[in-house]
């Protein structure tokens, strides 16, 4: 089973496929954490990816599309993948299916997660991230037990980069230009399903469930 979570910066899609990958044991292939990691690691792919990253538009295709390939061939991949912040433009899409086909797989189903833009850059600009195990939280809106600390691995807590005021406002014109069109894209395929994401984590997790439970 393949599956694609597709919605804007600040969506929800980390924070719904840490639950999703727990509920259901797909792989998880999240673009944005393989590239935080090759920047933090120094490789030549992080110094590369960096410059993009920071100003908030896409790493080119030639860096991510191979990721993604590599990835999928990995052995935990066989029984399904949840893929996050990948596809991200029409061109990501086919190469995706370019590389899904050999092996005999397609996509299953893309949830896309709506959200309004106001909800969008309050959840962006309260973030915080685990150092440690990449976990997701939120100042206001989903705290850590104690501040600043993991709850899963009491790893510290800090303030991704990406997220400053001006940078989430670049990263958003860059969904708007380049990802949405992919919404149609999926539409008409007929495998997408669109979530209200406005809600809470509990029950957009329940409108995630639902959707799989009917594949
Ligand atoms: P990536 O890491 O994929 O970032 P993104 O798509 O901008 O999405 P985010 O991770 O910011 O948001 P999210 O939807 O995961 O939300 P989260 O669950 O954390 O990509 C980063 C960069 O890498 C890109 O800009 C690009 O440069 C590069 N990149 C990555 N993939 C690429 C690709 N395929 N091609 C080219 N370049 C690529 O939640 C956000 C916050 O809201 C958290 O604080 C959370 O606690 C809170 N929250 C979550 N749900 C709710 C809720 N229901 N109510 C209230 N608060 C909530
Ligand atoms: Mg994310
Ligand atoms: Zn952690």
Redesign the pocket.
């Known amino acids: 089973m393949i599956i694609v ?1 597709l ?12 639950r999703m990958v727990q509920k259901y044991s797909l792989a998880y292939i ?7 990691s090759a920047v933090k690691s120094g490789s030549p792919l992080g110094t590369k ?1 960096r410059e ?2 920071e ?7 030639e ?2 599309v191979n990721i ?1 390939k590599e990835r999928l061939l990995e052995p935990d991949c066989a029984r399904g993948a949840l893929l ?6 029409v061109s ?1 899409a086919q190469a995706l299916e370019s590389v899904l086909s050999p092996l005999g797989k397609k996509i299953d189903r893309v949830i896309h ?1 709506d ?1 309004t833009e106001d ?2 850059v ?3 600009t ?4 685990c150092r440690e195990c990449g976990s ?7 705290p850590p037990k104690v501040r600043n600390v993991c709850d899963h691995c009491g790893g510290e807590l800090f303030q ?1 980069e ?2 400053s005021l001006n940078t989430v406002k670049e ?1 958003l014109a ?2 708007r230009e380049q ?1 949405e069109p992919l919404i149609q894209y999926y539409s008409r395929q007929g495998l997408l399903s669109t979530i209200n ?5 509990d ?2 997790f329940a409108r995630i469930v639902e959707i799989l439970e009917a594949l």
């Open positions: 979570l919605g804007p910066p600040g969506a929800g899609k980390g924070t719904q496929a840490e999240s673009t944005g954490d393989i590239l935080r990816a993009y990253m100003k908030g538009q896409l790493v080119p295709d860096l991510v993604v996050d912040g990948f596809p991200r433009s990501q997660i959200v909800e969008l309050a959840r962006l309260g973030r915080r991230v997701s939280y939120h100042i206001k809106f989903n991704r990406d997220d990263r860059v969904y990802t994401g406005n809600d809470d984590i029950e957009i």
